[in-house]
């Protein structure tokens, strides 16, 4: 279809999610400052470091005169970037959103933070297989980066300008465990609620579901918890749903991950394919459904339910279907 001309420019926005912002020039300013002076620190200091700067340089760049922010929530900031631009478009406050999310902090200082406070892997001899969501021998997750974004529109609007339509956005779900900071609660009670919330949103019934992609850091509670808030969510059907992790294969993308996980739900419905949880070697009684283990699966796939659960206790859940 056609670009943005003759659009109202007014009426299409961009809402972003990501961690915390610019990690590398804060640290490299740093060392700046200390060895050549406070007056040697760039004019683009503030504006490289600033969280809310991709969605200002993409509404500058596409000509996006619509509401325009950031969302930091973590492993959940993607998620809820989206989740906010569908319920913009519903609301009636614009009709085309540039969402999605994007990360880079595998800085010193960054992997310094997270291996304190044991969330990644050690398997550092064998780093191809350290990513193993969902197997028994797994002892955290691998930091990745990158960035992914899509374009939700509303239907009506998107069919009059030839839009290439790759599914409907059904649902958004969003909860807060409201335990702990870093770790998740056991009950598994916020996930569950935050898919819940998804599928109520979306008038879906939970057997409607063909995959999940899960969060699947490759931590052991993460995924340990994950799989039963599946189970109670989907009782009998869990057994039937196919899940797996990106993360098993780009690693953890942080605040990035959510649309990177959104974006491979869309290519499963548009191409009939569902990827694999790589590097499941060990089953682990407490992860007992099916991870779509090593290879990639050809199956039709209607609707898709992806999760993001992120430090400080947010749960999020997008579903997607076929239209």
């Known amino acids: 279809g056609r670009g943005m001309e003759g659009e109202d420019r007014t009426r299409a926005g961009c809402i972003l999610g990501t961690r915390i912002g610019g990690t590398q020039e804060i640290e490299s300013s740093k060392v700046l400052q200390r060895a050549r002076g406070a007056n040697r620190v760039s004019p683009f200091f503030i504006p490289k470091i600033m969280a809310n700067a ?59 933070g997270f291996c304190s406070l044991k969330a990644v892997s050690t398997r550092n001899d064998d780093p191809k297989r350290a990513s193993r969501p969902f197997d028994k021998d797994r002892d955290g997750f691998v930091m990745g980066e990158g960035a992914a ?57 939970p057997t409607d579901v063909d995959y999940v992609n899960a969060h699947g850091t490759s931590t052991y509670l993460n995924d340990k918890i994950e799989t039963a808030a599946i189970r109670r969510v989907f009782a009998d059907h869990a057994d039937k749903l196919c899940v797996s992790s990106t993360k098993s294969m780009v690693g953890h993308l942080l605040g990035a991950s959510g649309a990177m996980e959104l974006a491979a739900c869309a290519m499963s419905i548009r191409d009939s394919v569902v990827h694999p949880t790589i590097n499941y070697e060990t089953p682990d009684p407490d992860c007992d459904l099916d991870y779509v283990p090593n290879a990639s699966r050809q199956m039709e796939v209607g609707c898709a339910i992806s999760n993001s659960l992120g430090f400080g206790g947010h749960n999020t859940s997008l579903v997607i279907a076929k239209i």
Do not use: W
Request: aromatic share 6%.
């Open 149 to 205: 974004a899509l374009v939700l529109e509303e239907y009506e609007h998107a069919k009059a300008r030839g839009a290439n339509i790759l599914c409907e956005v059904r649902g958004y779900g969003s909860t807060d465990d409201a335990f702990h900071i870093t770790a998740p609660n056991e009950d598994a009670d916020g996930p569950t609620r935050s898919m819940e919330m998804a599928l109520r949103d979306g008038g879906l019934n």
């Open 54 to 112: 991709m969605a200002g340089q993409a509404a500058i760049r596409f000509g996006l005169k619509g509401t325009c922010y950031v969302t930091s929530s973590a492993c959940a900031s993607a998620s809820h970037a989206i989740g906010i631009a569908l319920r913009t478009i519903q609301y009636g406050e614009a009709d085309i959103m540039l969402t999605g999310g994007s990360e880079a902090a595998t800085s010193e200082l960054g992997l310094a």
